[in-house]
């Protein structure tokens, strides 16, 4: 059955968040170690990102290491971030090829030296792409975000450049990482787990949640499809009723 053809070009979401879930117990399945996973849950991203932009989203974020993340086993850590230099390296030519930008959201600055380097490369090589933005969560949290969008507001209204009755949540918006962006219409997370773990706090309170006990290492194009369609059968009503909802179609 090709799930491709089943998916409606004409009601995509713009911008799709995903929480990549899954690769230690991927690992352990197979008898490996974590890092294992790790490595084999870049093939899923590939298949993804290729999977989205022959569609035609505009948007692709990927929660690849929360602020909580440091908490893992030095090693693992330090593995991630060796895993990220690596292929930030390897795929910035496919991402030219494919007319892909790169994007990250997240405290950078705390990255390791090494790999906040070949981000920003990879961020600056590809900034003129235009066909699909790959957002990379990296030392991202949502409560960060918030904090620090709050932060820097409150300067601005200290200094003057806003007022207080001008802070909307369209202004409040101008000040998260994501400003500029649509919010996610749609959430996936893989690996049977029902939780936000402090992702996007703010972007997704209206997103579709879809879930899927698939670990990430295998999650294929077709998988990606099948999120789309259980997305594209869903009513959206922003507090509306049925009703209202359907006398618009
Ligand atoms: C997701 O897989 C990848 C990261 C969080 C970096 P996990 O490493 O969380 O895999 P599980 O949840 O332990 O199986
Ligand atoms: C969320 O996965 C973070 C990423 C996918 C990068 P975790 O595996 O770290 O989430 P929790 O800790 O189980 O909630
Ligand atoms: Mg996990």
Known sequence: MDLKSQVNIDKLPRHVAIIMDGNGRWAKKHGKV???GHRNGVKAVRETTEAAAELGI????LYAFSTENWNRPKREVNALMHLLVETIHRE?????????RLQAIGDLDKLPEKTKKALLEGIKNTSN???MTLVLAL???GKWEITQ??????????????SEEDVTDATFEKYLATAGMPDPELLVRTSGEYRLSNFLLW???????YFTPVFWPDFTKEEFHKALIDFQGRERRFGKTGDQIKDLE
């Open 129 to 131: 792409n235009t066909r």
């Open 58 to 61: 505009e948007y692709l974020t």
């Open 203 to 209: 972007q997704l309170a209206y997103a579709e949640m």
């Open 149 to 162: 969008a709050a932060k820097a507001l409150a300067k601005d209204v200290k200094n003057g450049k806003i």
């Open 92 to 100: 910035i030519k496919t991402l030219n090829d494919n007319n892909i």
């Open 34 to 36: 974590r890092v294992f």
């Open 139 to 141: 030392n991202y949290s």
